[in-house]
């Protein structure tokens, strides 16, 4: 079983909101970082959102100002809000995490299986 679990796609209209949850077996303590990355048909996968330990936050391009990457308090367990979806946000989503002192830079150790999110026009 995967350390970290998607949850939350599914099928929006263009316009419409989805929130995203992943839950990582790890103790948070354990997590340097993590990040929601997608992947469209076709296409490379790619960054849309990234939380450092410390809380400092970068995000795509493509999703600034419509996309809000947060964490529960105390659990490991990481959301994405979207807002405003259009239909080029349909993909399967990703989350992945860092293990604390491994360089972030690089790619992360922890990957989910991915959760489908359409957005239709």
């Known amino acids: 079983q995967a350390a970290v679990q998607e949850s939350g796609g599914g099928l929006v209209q263009a316009g419409g909101s989805l929130r995203l949850t992943c839950t990582d077996s790890?103790?948070?303590?354990?997590?340097?970082?993590m990040a929601w990355y997608r992947q469209a048909p076709g296409q490379q996968r790619e960054q849309v959102a990234k939380?450092?330990?410390?809380?400092?936050?970068k995000y795509g391009d493509s999703v600034k100002g419509r996309f809000t990457i947060s964490r529960h308090s105390t659990q490991s367990i990481w959301y994405l809000q979207m807002n405003n979806l259009t239909p080029e946000d349909t993909g399967i989503y990703y989350c992945?995490?860092?293990?604390?002192?491994?360089?972030?830079?690089?790619?992360?150790?922890?990957w989910g299986q991915g959760t489908q999110v359409t957005v239709s026009s």
């Open positions: 992945a995490a860092w293990r604390m002192f491994t360089n972030v830079d690089y790619d992360p150790q922890y």
């Open positions: 939380m450092w330990r410390s809380g400092t936050i």
């Open positions: 790890r103790s948070l303590a354990n997590t340097n970082a």
